[in-house]
């Protein structure tokens, strides 16, 4: 089946702070690759996605890369600020299975000023 | 363009009540999921819509939970009677053709 593993949080960092989420993956068929961000009291956002091998999703300062040889898309942002401060969800969905979502157990990020 | 809408945002209830909740995706979204979100852990599919039909309900209790989207437009999802462990929030995505989905607020149901 499918299934994604995400780091646990929380993960607290200082403003500015480097940060990396990982993610990990495992999949029938060829899955495209999504983080998703739920601020408080708001509904899931998409934030980046990568539907092959090697691409690379981008926005708002995040990036992630599709690596096959490691079932892997980590989440980094070079300088990180407290408005990111929020749930971060890895998600992969397969086409032969109507595109559902499978998500990640999610990570919370908490930006200190 | 107007998001996905859900209702009501919270929702308390007693064990053994009935308990609805409703969607309205985003205009022209012809797919339509409703998803559970435990506390602490990612959304699972419950139900997937094309248009009225109900491609994907493997995941939905059918003892107590059920769902329509009688027009193929907004939806409604039931649970009679809910129990303790129900306590969650529950999202509703639309997307087109089962592209990109959007996600609503959700309803975040407790039951005491």
């Known amino acids: 089946g499918n299934s994604v593993t995400q780091m646990e949080g929380p993960v607290t960092l200082s403003e500015e702070a480097f940060l990396t989420i990982n993610c990990t993956y495992t999949?029938?068929?060829?899955?495209?690759l999504f983080w998703y961000v739920q601020y408080p009291g708001e509904g899931l956002q998409l934030l980046l996605k990568?539907?092959?091998?090697?691409d690379k999703g981008s926005n708002k300062g995040f990036e992630a890369t599709y690596r096959k040889e490691t079932t892997s898309f980590h989440l980094e942002k070079g300088s990180v600020q407290v408005s990111d401060s929020a749930v971060y969800f890895c998600a992969l969905s397969v086409s032969n299975a109507g595109n559902m979502l499978t998500f990640g157990g999610g990570t919370r990020l908490m930006v200190k000023p | 363009e107007a998001g996905v809408v859900q209702s009501p945002r919270y929702k308390i209830i007693e064990k053994k009540q009935p308990v609805a909740f409703w969607c309205n995706p985003i205009s022209g979204h012809n797919t339509l999921y409703w998803y559970l979100q435990n506390l602490g852990q990612g959304p699972e599919l419950l139900i997937r819509?094309?248009?009225?039909?109900?491609?994907?309900d493997s995941q939905l209790p059918k003892d107590r939970f059920s769902a329509e989207r009688l027009k193929g437009v907004d939806s409604t999802l039931k649970i009679q009677p809910a129990e303790l462990g129900d306590s969650a929030v529950y999202l509703c995505?639309?997307?087109?053709?089962?592209?990109?989905?959007?996600f609503g607020p959700g309803t975040r149901l407790t039951v005491t």
């Open positions: 999949a029938t068929g060829y899955p495209s």
């Open positions: 995505a639309s997307s087109i053709q089962g592209n990109e989905q959007y």
């Open positions: 990568a539907t092959k091998a090697d």
């Open positions: 819509y094309e248009n009225e039909e109900a491609v994907d």
